[in-house]
């Protein structure tokens, strides 16, 4: 009974696919032209082949620039800190900087990694945006989660609000989200947690405080070497982009592949960091943002660091250099890595959106107008 059913629902199979495939011989396609019809039809509906579409670039919209005497508001997107001392260093580190610092109410929270129920957190990145006396929003840490929270979070409000909204590693969806959705201009940068020392926090005031068009690029110290070992950048692909920021941490900005919060990479300088990944996952990711579409569409690339991404164990790997030469190589832009941005020390502060001009050979970037009002 069993495979005498079997058979049956087989030849029906066979049957209906042979008059599929007949069809189309007949109206002079075949099953190559079968396909290709659906992806032309894809493609006739605003679709890079069989990928996604992204949300169209909204108008930029920014916040007012930060003073010296205004309040932060930290909040907890993701990850939970899970010690005390960091989020008191944190405090105080932001009070010495001149800031005033607010705690959303679930800071301290847990609930298993997270800083609380995506509802609280939600909450919390709403309710920084509609309090009058906070001007500017940064995220504690990283970790994971901030994807979670994404639908929830009041975009209208968040644009009758603008303010600077910052952090760096998972907070990459925050930021994606909130540009994509708002258009406002959010920042990539050191986190409540991070450690601020002078690099980071020259370049984070000269963007978010002074609205300067900063030039950025490392700073290698050689110490008593004949030449420095830390700090230096690579060409990749020489020469000259210009465009808007747009990237962050490529685990979070792959993992947001079609779901709509992010905006087109038509004509953007795409930068990238990453932590604790295999080679071989980096690999994955950056095959995931080329499915997307959006590396055909750029005008240039800037690598920050890969820390600690490894072969892992097993046999044999690519390297990062294979990697990154067979993903940006073919593009024809200027790509270059090294750059002071990621889970490293000192890092740079980029504004998304925000048209900046990159320097694949000098290992450079630059903002081409102020990042704030």
Same mark, same amino acid.
């Given at each position: ?7 049956? =629902?087989?030849? *029906? ?9 007949? #069809? ?12 290709? =019809?659906?992806?032309?039809?894809? =493609? ?7 990928? $996604? ?18 309040? *932060? ?15 008191? *260093? ?5 009070? #010495? ?21 995506? #509802? ?59 540009? &994509? ?24 005031? /000269?963007? @978010?405080?002074?609205? #300067? ?12 070497? $004949? ?10 692909? $020489?020469?000259?982009?210009? /465009? $808007? ?5 490529? @685990?979070?900005? &792959? ?15 795409? %930068? ?19 499915? @997307?579409?959006? !590396? ?23 390297? !990062? ?6 993903? %940006? ?22 504004? !998304? ?13 630059? !903002? ?6």
């Amino acid at each position: 009974m069993w495979s005498e059913s079997k058979s049956r =629902q087989r030849r *029906i199979l066979l049957g209906r696919a042979a008059s599929v495939v007949g #069809a189309s011989v007949a109206s002079g396609l075949g099953l190559t032209g079968l396909l290709g =019809q659906d992806r032309a039809q894809a =493609q006739t509906q605003g679709r890079p082949g069989l990928a $996604p579409p992204l949300a169209p670039a909204l108008p930029l919209l920014k916040p007012p620039r930060l003073q010296s005497g205004q309040t *932060i508001g930290l909040v907890a997107p993701s990850g939970a800190v899970a010690e005390r001392l960091p989020l008191e *260093i944190a405090i105080d580190t932001l009070t #010495a900087l001149g800031f005033k610092v607010k705690e959303s109410p679930h800071l301290r929270a847990r609930r298993g990694h997270f800083a609380g129920t995506d #509802a609280q957190r939600a909450a919390a990145v709403n309710a920084m945006f509609a309090d009058p006396q906070v001007h500017g929003v940064l995220a504690i840490t990283g970790g994971s989660g901030a994807n979670r929270i994404l639908p929830l979070l009041d975009y209208a409000a968040l644009r009758r609000t603008p303010k600077f909204v910052g952090g760096f590693s998972d907070i990459t969806a925050l930021l994606h989200a909130v540009h &994509s959705q708002t258009g406002l201009v959010t920042y990539h940068c050191p986190a409540g947690v991070s450690e601020w020392n002078d690099f980071s926090w020259r370049h984070f005031k /000269g963007v @978010a405080m002074d609205g #300067a068009p900063v030039l950025m690029r490392n700073e290698p110290d050689k110490g008593s070497l $004949p030449a420095p070992r830390e700090d230096r950048t690579l060409t990749i692909r $020489p020469g000259v982009a210009r /465009g $808007p920021l747009l990237g962050g941490n490529l @685990a979070v900005l &792959s993992s947001l592949c079609g779901s709509g919060y992010l905006r087109s990479f038509d004509g953007a300088i795409l %930068f990238l960091e990453e932590i604790n990944e295999f080679i071989y996952r980096v690999d994955r990711m950056l095959s995931t943002l080329k499915l @997307a579409g959006i !590396l055909d569409r750029l005008s240039g690339v800037m690598l920050g660091a890969f820390t600690n991404c490894t072969p892992g164990e097993g046999f044999g790997t690519l390297t !990062l250099d294979e990697v990154f030469e067979d993903y %940006f190589g073919s593009l024809g832009v200027p790509v270059y890595r090294g750059a002071s941005f990621g889970h490293i020390k000192r890092k740079f502060t980029l504004p !998304l959106g925000v048209p900046a001009e990159i320097d694949a050979t000098a290992g450079t970037v630059r !903002l081409l107008e102020p990042a704030v009002l």
